[in-house]
């Protein structure tokens, strides 16, 4: 067979900063779940989907506005596969509305014109900078230690990022320093935040939010990603705050509280003008027939107190953890806030009554250990802004953390009797590789 002749060259035909993008790592590709792991890493929902379930997982004989009955729970057509999904999702919308409509932030009242729905937050992330950002223009702010997706979008984007950081103590916003970038800075037409933050589990103040979206000069739009919105105290939420504010977006989940990330559904909550630019330009059908049907099953009244319930669970052995940990030699300070399904410690080189600071080496190894040796896998994120020595632990169940605190234990013993054992830039390297999960 004879050669084949082309001029294509990938290096020349595809954009430059796609060229430029590394694969995307997420929290499955160190340690894949093999039944036997303990995944404390992804900050998913420990006790499983907010639906009311049998004992062999299987949907209870209660229909989605949550009276008895003989039919199915959730009514999936599956007869209706055929045929495409409703491109405007105005039932599932009015759900969501339903959820966030709590008066306690403003009088007015969300309704489906408020929303556009995606594939998990992701999808709005990325509408949001394709509708606002003009590439190789535009910019956005972020307030590392964030999200690693923000970023990881922007380029896809070709959008520059401008950082700000948080506030070293508490993690909250640094007010003057963003306002005076959105002064500064030409062209910054979005300010992505996070609150709850990952990986800070730290919620932010509604006055430093009301700061930003006050500035008197800057024109663009605040973003608010909530996806921990449901683990902090009652009437945290923003959400309804949109139908005061024309330039604020608040970006929510059912992956993490309703514990229903394998269906992908997300939300972004905002002015109808820009909620109809989303809408514009989305695909077509971007919400399946069971992704729809399942999110409007789990926010009925009987599913969501089984969310309710295991959110409850959570927190308990949330503040088991917090009780616990500091118990254990060589665990440090727990850095930003508790009030999400996740804590932020720091690993120490040593006992702190011995002098123990924190140490990315310790945090490393621990996570290392804890992952190929006791098959408990959590995240460490050492190399971002203000979080050195540390590692994020997702809370998990009540037996989950019995486990998690003995090995962690056992694992930070161990590693205080040796270190050193790798040189610096073999170190920086394994650092690195660990710490660019974006999960």
Known sequence: MASRRSPFDLSKCARPNILALE????????????????????????????LALSDDGKLKNVTA??????????????????RY??????????????????????????????????????????????AFCVPGKDKILVCPPTYGMYSVSAQVNDVALVKVPLLKDGFGLDVPAIADALSKEQNIKLAYLCSPGNPTGSLLKKEDVQKILEHPSWNGVVILDEAYIDFAPDGSSLAEWVTEWPNLVVMQTLSKAFGLAGIRLGAAFTDPAIARLLNSLKAPYNISNPTSQLARAALSP???????????????????????????????????????????????????????KPSNETALGVYEALAEDRGVVVRFRGKEYGCLGCLRIT?????????????????????????????????????????????
């Not at 506005?65 to 003989?70: D, I, L, R, T």
């Not at 709590?102 to 949001?128: N, R, W, Y």
């Not at 927190?315 to 999400?340: C, M, T, Y």
């Not at 790798?422 to 920086?428: P, V």
């Open 395 to 439: 809370v998990g169940t009540q037996k989950e953390v019995d486990r998690f605190l003995d090995e962690i234990k056992t694992a930070l013993a161990s590693i205080h009797k040796k270190s050193g054992s790798f040189g610096a830039k073999a170190e920086e390297k394994r650092e690195n590789e660990a710490n660019a999960v974006i999960a």
């Open 85 to 130: 999904p409703d491109p405007h999702q105005l039932d599932l919308k009015q759900d969501l509305c339903n959820l966030r409509n709590t008066h306690v932030h403003t009088s007015k009242t969300l309704t489906p014109d408020h929303l556009f729905v995606g594939v998990g937050s992701d999808e709005a992330i990325d509408a949001l900078l394709r």
């Open 65 to 82: 506005n949550g009276s008895s009955s003989s039919a199915p729970v959730i009514d999936v057509d599956l007869l209706g596969l055929n």
């Open 23 to 50: 694969p995307y790592r997420c929290a499955r590709d160190d340690y894949k779940d093999d039944g036997t792991n303990i995944l404390l890493d992804a900050n998913e929902n420990a006790y499983g989907p907010g």
């Open 302 to 356: 009987k599913h969501l107190q089984v969310m309710h319930k295991n959110r409850e669970l959570i927190l308990r052995q949330r503040d088991r953890l917090l009780g616990e940990l500091p118990k254990i030699l060589g665990v440090g300070r727990f850095l930003g806030g508790a009030e999400s399904n996740f804590l932020l410690v720091e690993m120490l080189d040593a006992p702190a009554d011995k002098g123990g």
